[in-house]
């Protein structure tokens, strides 16, 4: 799952997960976002902006998330 923010606030998103299979109760999330965006990668900062990762847990077929501002996510979700 691929959720862009392009707000200058954090924005909070519910998601239901509505599939028959049975979906992990934990989800990887994957983060690139920047409060300056004018912010870029160089030879001299190649680092300036990349990807941070963290896990998320689902309860009950939901995932509550909050999208961090200007901020691309993936989130990866395993189902059997």
């Known amino acids: 799952l691929k ?4 707000n200058a606030q954090a924005m ?13 109760s934990i989800a990887t999330r994957i983060v690139l976002q920047s409060d300056d965006l004018t912010a870029m990668n160089s030879l001299e900062n190649p680092e300036n902006i990349s990807p941070v990762s963290d896990e ?10 909050s999208l961090k ?5 993936v989130i990866k979700i395993k189902a059997n």
């Open 3 to 6: 959720i862009v923010n392009k």
């Open 12 to 24: 909070p998103v519910d998601i239901k997960m509505n599939t028959r299979k049975k979906v992990s």
């Open 56 to 65: 998320l847990k689902i309860a009950k077929g939901m995932l509550k998330v």
């Open 69 to 73: 501002a200007n901020s691309l996510t």
